[in-house]
Nanobody, 124 residues
Framework: QVQLAESGGGLVQAGGSLRLSCVAS????????MGWFRQAPGKEREFVAA????????TYLEAVKGRFTISRDSGKNTVYLQMNSLKPEDTAVYYC?????????????????WGQGTQVTVSS
């Protein structure tokens, strides 16, 4: 069992930056693919970014490429999402997720564990 806890959300003006963190419990963090998803009011949860178990592979939602960066620190059991040049349409609850598989995926159903989410609000 893995427990995930996100932090770092908040209110920021358009063009600003935030860094989200997700701390994972358990000894097997380094074997999991990690992902970030988001859900805006009235919309389905969507994939944002994912990183392989060893950090060697990443993939992003097209709308965030060049603005968001996912990274991980296995020594701290933590995955990060650096978000720059934020836009009002980035406003959502952001969720961290862990996948026991070793292939980086955008598919929500592949992720086995989820955090409670952290709110990101971008004002115009």
């Amino acid at each position: 069992q893995v427990q995930l806890a996100e932090s770092g959300g908040g209110l920021v003006q358009a063009g600003g930056s935030l860094r989200l963190s997700c701390v994972a419990s358990g000894r097997t963090f380094s074997t999991y693919t990690m992902g970030w998803f988001r859900q805006a009011p009235g919309k389905e949860r969507e994939f944002v970014a994912a990183i392989s178990y060893n950090g060697g592979s990443t993939t992003y939602l097209e709308a965030v490429k060049g603005r968001f960066t996912i990274s991980r620190d296995s020594g701290k059991n933590t995955v990060y999402l650096q978000m720059n040049s934020l836009k009002p349409e980035d406003t959502a609850v952001y969720y961290c997720a862990a996948d026991r598989g070793m292939v980086v995926t955008k598919e929500r159903y592949r992720y086995d564990y989820w955090g409670q989410g952290t709110q990101v609000t971008v004002s115009s």
